[in-house]
């Protein structure tokens, strides 16, 4: 089972690194596209429905919040992981009640990714 993943952060170096610990996963075959921005990230789960989006959230453009709450209002089903620096917990709090499956930590390693997938039932 091959399983499309959609990587959105405006940084080129974050998803560079969410991507590699990604692929580390051996136990799954992924099939990775990238966004840079909340623009292009809803455009692409509109047209290609991700299996699993991983979402950064200080974007320009269109932020992670507002990517949450567009898929939330136009009832696009794709589990969303945020990945984010921000560990504030009221940021933490919002992104859940927008429908985020999981809250992750930037700059996590591929047994830490790997878990939290389990967690969720993904793998």
């Known amino acids: 089972m091959v399983l499309s993943v959609l990587i959105v952060d405006d940084s080129k170096l974050a998803r560079a690194l ?13 099939e990775i596209t990238e966004a840079s921005d909340g623009e292009d990230a ?16 200080t974007m320009p453009v269109i932020n ?26 009221k940021a933490q709090e919002r992104v859940f009640e927008l429908g985020a499956k999981a809250f992750i930590r930037k ?10 997938l389990k967690d969720h039932q993904v793998i």
């Open 18 to 30: 969410l991507k590699k610990a990604l692929s580390g996963i051996d136990t799954i075959q992924l």
């Open 42 to 57: 809803l455009r692409q789960c509109r047209e290609n429905r991700p299996d699993l989006l991983f979402l950064d959230l």
């Open 64 to 89: 992670g919040y507002e990517v949450l709450q567009a898929l939330q209002n136009e009832k696009i089903d794709v589990p969303v992981f945020v990945v984010s620096a921000d560990i504030q917990p």
């Open 107 to 116: 700059n996590i390693d591929t047994s830490q990714i790997e878990q939290i």
